[in-house]
Nanobody, 128 residues
Framework: QVQLVQSGGGSVQAGGSLRLSCTASGFTNYRYCVAWFRQPPGNEREGVAAAYMGDAMATYYADSVKGRFTTSHDDVKNTLYLHMNSLKPEDTAVYYC????????????????????WGQGTQVTVSS
């Protein structure tokens, strides 16, 4: 059974940085797809970034975070990180990680419908 445990987040002033962590367990293949999503107050969940665990580079970034957010991973810890820099008030949201097994022909992108394993969510609040 796949489990995702998130940590990190919190409150920061605009221009600051935060790091989110997502630790996965239960995957049969180490090279699974992990994505980050966020849900601002009153809005739908939206994709932020995605990457294959074990790969050096992310496969997807939303336009709104390109150049500010990056992903990294620790394969030993089965943990994917979302590094959020130059944070803006509009980045305020509950952030979720999600993961799925790698599927031939299916790109690793942050599309909500592609995932059925989710972390518990963590609040990120950016004040102006």
């Amino acid at each position: 059974q796949v489990q995702l445990v998130q940590s990190g987040g919190g409150s920061v002033q605009a221009g600051g940085s935060l790091r989110l962590s997502c630790t996965a367990s239960g995957f049969t293949n180490y090279r699974y797809c992990v994505a980050w999503f966020r849900q601002p107050p009153g809005n739908e969940r939206e994709g932020v970034a995605a990457a294959y665990m074990g790969d050096a580079m992310a496969t997807y970034y939303a336009d709104s975070v390109k150049g500010r957010f990056t992903t990294s991973h620790d394969d030993v810890k089965n943990t994917l990180y979302l590094h959020m820099n130059s944070l803006k008030p509009e980045d305020t949201a509950v952030y979720y990680c999600a993961a799925r097994e790698r599927s031939l022909g299916q790109p690793c992108v942050a599309t909500v419908e592609d995932f059925n394993s989710w972390g518990q969510g963590t609040q990120v609040t950016v004040s102006s």
